[in-house]
């Protein structure tokens, strides 16, 4: 069963405006994390923003923040004010413990992001 | 401090081919993992290892081996390669159990092997 969804194969967005990008999760261990990783056209994945299960609050980093809605099992990330070197690959990723108490991380099939001039 | 060092960038084989693709990592990390990058599948865990000398399997291990005998270094090794094994690879590596609390992998820049 996929564990993690991504349902925007891709987007575009206009310079200087906000993006959302879709994230749903399925786990059932109440202590997960969720992770979003951006991977431009040059292929090195970068991390971008970590939201733990039990965190109060969304997380926020520079422009990007994580709107957790923990009883829906969504952890979409929001862009602001889009730039041209946003235009990249986006993979949202969840951490779950296996069989071994070890962590994995599960990854979607991501999003490509285009932003227009 | 350059933190995840593949090698080599690219790599063609011929079917039955054996090749070990290089993972180091300079930052004392104990968890180290190789993934595979399809395109439509995002990554998958190959193998992965919290310490030198352990090892464990991911989602997709078969076709592939590794081992860690030190903190540094997590080779992987293809034995005999399928056109299926042409991938993008990616090792990574975290201080603590990948993505702990909020610890985050720390990528490598990619291996792309083609099998022909």
């Known amino acids: 069963a996929q564990k993690i969804t991504q349902t925007q194969p891709g987007m575009f967005v206009q310079e200087k405006e906000a993006v959302t990008l879709d994230c749903t999760y399925d786990?059932?261990?109440?202590?997960?994390?969720l992770f979003w990783y951006k991977q431009p056209s040059s292929g090195e994945m970068i991390f971008l923003i970590y939201q733990g299960s039990y965190d109060q609050q969304n997380a926020t980093e520079g422009r990007y923040s994580l709107n957790f809605q923990k009883a829906r099992k969504s952890a979409n990330l929001v862009i602001s004010a889009s730039q041209l070197g946003d235009s990249a690959m986006y993979f949202c990723?969840?951490?779950?413990?296996?069989?071994?108490?070890?962590?994995?991380?599960?990854f979607g099939s991501g999003t490509r992001l285009l932003v227009r001039p | 401090n350059a933190g995840v060092t593949q090698t080599p960038k690219f790599q063609v084989l011929k079917t039955g081919q054996s090749m070990t693709l290089q993972c180091a990592q300079d930052?004392?990390?104990?968890?180290m993992s190789w993934y595979r990058q399809d395109p439509g599948m995002g990554l998958r865990l190959i193998h992965y290892s919290v310490g030198a000398g352990i090892t464990d399997q991911g989602e997709v291990p078969n076709g592939y081996n590794v081992s860690r005998s030190t903190t540094e270094d997590f080779p992987l090794r293809l034995l005999s390669a399928a056109p299926s094994q042409t991938s993008v690879y990616f090792c990574?590596?975290?201080?603590?159990?990948?993505?702990?609390?909020?610890?985050?992998?720390?990528f490598g820049a990619g291996s792309r092997l083609t099998v022909l």
């Open positions: 930052m004392n990390h104990e968890y």
């Open positions: 990574a590596s975290s201080a603590g159990l990948a993505g702990t609390g909020a610890n985050v992998l720390t």
């Open positions: 786990t059932s261990d109440p202590s997960y994390g």
């Open positions: 990723a969840m951490r779950e413990p296996d069989r071994d108490s070890s962590y994995k991380l599960i």
